[in-house]
């Protein structure tokens, strides 16, 4: 199931992304949210609901997606916690040994954007870069969960582009303001329930800008898996439902590294992950 967020008409609704439609779950039934995090916080009644209208569609409940802006499918996380070097090719310059734990910072809300909506570069920075990453929703709260127990409380996955202002980053120790521009955070387009994701360490990521590939891997370089991250967290801070997990980025292709090349105006960057689609997102 392909749950996103979207606004027609100029309402904010949840639904179900279907090859050329949306299923509006606000047709469908006035006890079912018209918030994302509401919505999982109904758990497993929530979902069997939407899988009861999947099975007998109405068309009154269908509206043409092109009519829809897609919005982040969690557009305001309380949290938005991100992991850096977590891909065996990607372990930060000069190290060869694997991290022994996970290296954490966050982004703000203020970055989330969705699908087809611009990456804004400021004048404040000339250094703005990319990272693919495929992002775990959380669904139920957790707090000091094991391994095992993590792996229930993921709602889903999505795409999400770590943007970040490299000459902010490298200023100081602390990365949060250099990634923590206005728009430097698409996430979308849907948010894709584990059951169409039963192994998320077997999936192709790629990253274009203007067709031009720039990041290539598969999930099975990630160094810390998902459940393990959650229970991690877990131990120092309750995780709550909506909140997200950027689980970090591979490392650039040999020759997008030779180039050097930053974002600008007029670009596009594309990112694909196998059986999440393609997050889209236009720099201005």
Not at 114 to 126: C, E
Not at 274 to 282: V, W
């Amino acid at each position: 199931m392909r749950l996103i967020t979207f606004r027609h008409e100029n309402h904010e609704r949840i639904g179900v992304q279907l090859e050329s439609h949306i299923l509006d779950l606000s047709l469908v039934s006035a006890d079912i949210p018209t918030d994302m995090k509401a919505f999982l916080s109904l758990g497993e009644s929530a979902i069997a609901q939407t899988r009861e209208a999947l099975a007998s569609i109405k068309e009154e409940w269908l509206i043409i997606g092109s009519d829809v802006t897609l919005l982040a499918p969690i557009p305001r996380p309380d949290k938005i916690l991100c992991i850096g070097h977590n891909y065996a090719g990607h372990i930060g310059i000069g190290k060869t040994e694997l991290p022994e734990y996970p290296n954490l910072f966050s982004k703000t809300v203020n970055t989330i954007t969705g699908h087809n909506q611009p990456i804004i570069i400021l004048p404040a920075s000339t250094q703005v870069d990319f990272e693919a990453e495929l992002m775990a929703v959380i669904g139920k709260c957790a707090y000091r969960v094991t391994e095992d127990e993590a792996k229930s409380c993921i709602a889903g996955y999505t795409i999400f582009n770590d943007v970040s202002a490299r000459d902010y980053q490298k200023r100081t120790t602390q990365w949060m303001l250099g990634k923590s521009f206005d728009t430097f955070g698409p996430m979308g387009q849907s948010l894709v329930t584990p059951d169409e994701i039963p192994d998320p360490y077997t999936l192709d990521l790629e990253l274009t800008v203007n067709g031009v590939p720039q990041q290539r891997v598969n999930t099975c370089d990630m160094i810390f898996s998902i459940p393990y991250l959650i229970s991690y967290i877990s131990q120092v801070m309750t995780l709550e439902i909506g909140d997200v997990i950027a689980t970090g980025t591979p490392s650039k292709l040999p020759e997008a590294a030779e180039q050097k090349r930053f974002l600008q105006a007029g670009d596009v960057v594309e990112i694909t992950i196998e059986k999440l689609g393609t997050l889209r997102s236009p720099v201005q």
